[in-house]
């Protein structure tokens, strides 16, 4: 193949199209637990978190809450992965050994939000979140009372959690969405000194925590008792005037090494001795690789 501009622009388009695919056909689990959020500058504050939005009757004037003692910022970072494509297999029309490469670039990028979004999850135990404490901890404090969204313990943590709503305990801020770019002018530096034309993407995003009262996290064993623990303390919850959220847990997020104990809480119609599970189907249970 000749290598001119031309011939260069129509390989960027198959790349471009390769990386389009795979990006749209990867798998990703991240939209269940997290909700996106756009972002017009270099961060974004989301103090509003610290006032649970439910309605209540208007008798004079309007009841604003001061949100002055919360402040919850997320900076956007930069990401980026890139590859080389020889000259010489340009040259050669063999450009069709870099399909699984694009493809993989797309995947990449598909699946990039999971990795960040799971593993906040998972550091939920000693990671602050609007309110000044740990996402999951034993005294958020609400009506000067503390409030527990911890279920203690040292093993392996699995997380209840009420995704019906449009706010989600997780956040994915997204600055730039993922951009299919390239260095394959003939003239370029790269080029010209090593023989390689460059071909990579980049995005702008960050993750957060959202409303912790949406979300369980236990490190104790997964079983019917903890489990029962963890579902009565979320649907407990209220807001500082002491009505109940509302909260009703809907699923149940494992790592795959917790995988036969959550299908055995939420999925088996009977317990060990023959009785009656009664959490059957009571929450939907979700294996997270990106947790392992």
Known sequence: MIINQSNLTGIYNTFSTIFNQAFDGAPSQWPLVAMEAPSVGRSTDYKWLGDFPM????????????LSAFQYEIVNKSYEATIEVDRDDIDDDQIGVYTPMIQA??????????ILVFALLKAGFDTLCFDGQYFFDTDHQVAGASVSNDGGGAGDP??????????????????????????DRPDDENV???????????????VGYGLWQLAYGSKNTL??????????AMMSFTNDEGVPLGIVPTHLVVAPTLEAAGR?????????????????????LVVVPWLA
């Not at 670039?105 to 999971?114: E, K, M, N, S, T």
């Open 264 to 284: 055995a809480v939420v999925e088996a119609q009977f317990d060990a001795t023959g009785a009656s599970n009664v959490w059957y189907r009571t929450a939907q």
């Open 158 to 183: 699995w997380f209840l959690m009420d995704l019906s709503r449009p706010l989600k305990p997780i956040i994915l801020q997204v600055r730039k969405r993922p951009e299919f770019v390239a260095m």
């Open 223 to 232: 079983n019917a008792t903890n489990y029962a623990a963890a579902r009565a």
């Open 105 to 114: 670039l797309g995947v990449a990028a598909r699946q990039h939000p999971d």
């Open 55 to 66: 309605m209540k009757e208007w008798v004079g004037d309007r009841v604003i809450k001061d």
């Open 192 to 206: 010209f000194m090593r023989k390689k034309f460059r071909y990579g993407v980049d995005d702008r995003k960050n």
